[in-house]
């Protein structure tokens, strides 16, 4: 049985170990290479997952991929296809929150997808999964936003890498003034801001890549290094439940394009839409949802 390769970014701990120890236990006919920055937290996180799991011990690998750097990047993507050919699936699920400053913040959480999904989607299959772990914070930032230029950029259908681009620019030079324009509504929101980001590249990659299915989703409010918070501290889950819209996106979702909540369910990208709401409709004139 040839096996489905699947590369899950940020895997040695928290959401990114849950989804990988998930998917080795559901799936029989995927091998996963797991993403880690430090290949000595990375191998640890490989022997801990084979002692608990040991029938995967066939079916798990560690890819050294650091995403906020492009020769580390670059290096991973010619290590995959050297050893594996080609992939099914990439779960972007690498991300931080309270970075050194913001611009290490944007860069791992909006510019580390975009170098991943670069370096990468030349080698997924056709009909192939990718998958965007963001947050939704992004749509919390977008819907404190009193509207301009770049609310329509981060919300359109049509939105260009460059828009994107020019969108952070001028974040960044508001940041560096230290000045609150109306336009963000919410300066301090770094993190909004990259996973806003993030969402919006991921319409954009789904219009210009047809033959893949790529969507973005929030894991829900989780236990992890990340958040700070230890499981039932504040609402916040274990990373276990973290999993399941992640892999729903990768094993179940044919349409592409969309955002989703924790829930698995369609979410709009502007405003947020708690866990149990109705599923969220568009008005059926979005290109990148046409399902393959």
């Not at 937290?41 to 002692?51: E, F, P, S, T």
């Not at 929150?97 to 975009?114: E, I, P, Q, R, S």
């Amino acid at each position: 049985m040839a096996l489905r390769n699947v590369l899950v970014t940020g895997a040695n701990k928290g959401i990114g170990e849950a989804i990988v120890r998930k998917l080795l236990q559901q799936c029989d006919d995927v091998f996963v290479l797991l993403g880690s920055r430090n290949p000595e937290n990375g191998h640890a996180a490989k022997q801990k997952i084979i002692q608990d799991i040991p029938s995967c011990k066939n079916k798990l690998e560690v890819v050294v991929i650091d995403v906020s750097s492009d020769d580390s990047v670059i290096a991973a993507s010619k290590e995959v296809k050297e050893k594996y050919q080609s992939l099914y699936g990439i779960i972007n699920n690498a991300g931080v929150m309270n970075a050194n400053n913001y611009k290490d913040t944007l860069n791992v959480n909006f510019c580390g997808v975009n170098r991943v999904f670069e370096k990468f989607h030349h080698l997924l299959v056709s009909g192939g999964k990718v998958v965007n772990v963001t947050s939704a914070s992004g749509p919390i930032f977008i819907s404190r936003m009193e509207g301009g230029k770049c609310r329509s950029i981060l919300t359109s259908k049509d939105v260009t890498m460059d828009q994107l681009d020019e969108v952070m620019s001028s974040y960044c030079s508001t940041r560096d003034a230290g000045t609150t324009p109306h336009e963000f509504g919410d300066i301090n929101s770094d993190y909004g801001m990259s996973k806003a980001l993030a969402n919006a590249y991921t319409v954009l990659t789904a219009r210009e890549h047809p033959t893949l299915i790529i969507n973005a989703c929030t894991p829900g409010y989780i236990a992890t290094d990340l958040t700070g918070k230890a499981p039932g501290e504040g609402g916040a889950k274990a990373p276990e439940h973290g999993t399941y819209a992640p892999l729903r996106l990768l094993l179940d979702v044919k349409t592409s394009g969309w955002y989703f909540g924790s829930d698995g369910k369609r979410s709009p990208i502007d405003k947020y839409r708690a866990p149990g709401d109705e599923e969220y409709e568009s008005d059926g004139d979005d290109e990148a949802e046409t399902a393959l």
